[in-house]
């Protein structure tokens, strides 16, 4: 069975600091990879994906993933965030012939202004 | 476009009683996707449909759960005899194509349901 861990359960950081946060997922086989963004009383949403090729991947408001097989790991980073930032990180995984998502427990991160 | 909706956006019920939660895909995505959000289990995955089948109901946690979709678009979780554990958020996805895992699916604001 697939599982996703993320290592940090809450960030909080100053405006302008950078930010990474860990992902680590357990499979047996080729996954897609995701980061989705929960905002303060907004739904879920897609920050970027990895499906193939450059393992180094660039979504949306200056965040960036790398993939890194080896050591099934997913970071996300940004190199400066804004308070705007602030929000719950969801990492995911799902098998490339398969459906389902599966999540990691998130990452709760609090930018002070 | 507009995109996934769910209705009610909460629902506060008595133990005991069944719940219906609906949930409307964005037009033309023919994969749904069913989660729930809860403390301590986090987000987990419940049941997807292709059309109206569900060849994937691993997730649904117990025989009072049930889900149906019809004409391809509309579905409703059905909750019976609602246990203090059922409460959670439970959120509704969607995708252009299922067994495509390089589609992404897009996520509704969800039912936060409060069990009594």
């Known amino acids: 069975a697939q599982s996703v861990s993320q290592h940090n359960h809450h960030v909080i950081l100053s405006e302008a600091a950078s930010l990474e946060l860990g992902c680590n997922y357990s499979?047996?086989?080729?996954?897609?990879l995701f980061w989705y963004v929960q905002y303060p009383g907004q739904h879920l949403q897609l920050l970027l994906k990895y499906f193939s090729g450059d393992p180094l991947v660039k979504g949306i408001k200056g965040f960036e993933a790398e993939f890194i097989k080896s050591k099934f790991s997913f970071n996300l980073r940004k190199p400066s965030v804004q308070w705007s930032d602030t929000a719950e990180y969801f990492c995911a995984v799902i098998g490339a012939a398969g459906n389902k998502l599966t999540f990691g427990g998130g990452t709760r991160v609090l930018v002070k202004p | 476009g507009a995109g996934v909706s769910q209705s009610p956006s909460n629902k506060v019920t008595e133990k005991g009683k069944d719940v219906e939660l609906r949930c409307d895909p964005i037009s033309g995505h023919t994969a749904l996707y069913w989660y729930r959000q809860s403390l301590g289990q986090g987000l987990e995955f419940l049941i997807y449909f292709q059309g109206n089948s569900a060849p994937d109901k691993s997730g649904l946690p117990s025989d009072r759960f049930s889900a149906e979709r019809t004409g391809g678009s509309v579905s409703t979780l059905t909750i019976q005899r609602t246990q203090q554990e059922d409460s959670a958020v439970y959120l509704c996805?969607?995708?252009?194509?299922?067994?495509?895992?390089?589609?992404?699916?897009?996520f509704g604001p969800g039912t936060r349901l409060t069990v009594l």
């Open positions: 996805a969607s995708s252009r194509n299922s067994g495509a895992a390089n589609h992404e699916q897009f």
């Open positions: 499979y047996g086989g080729t996954v897609n």
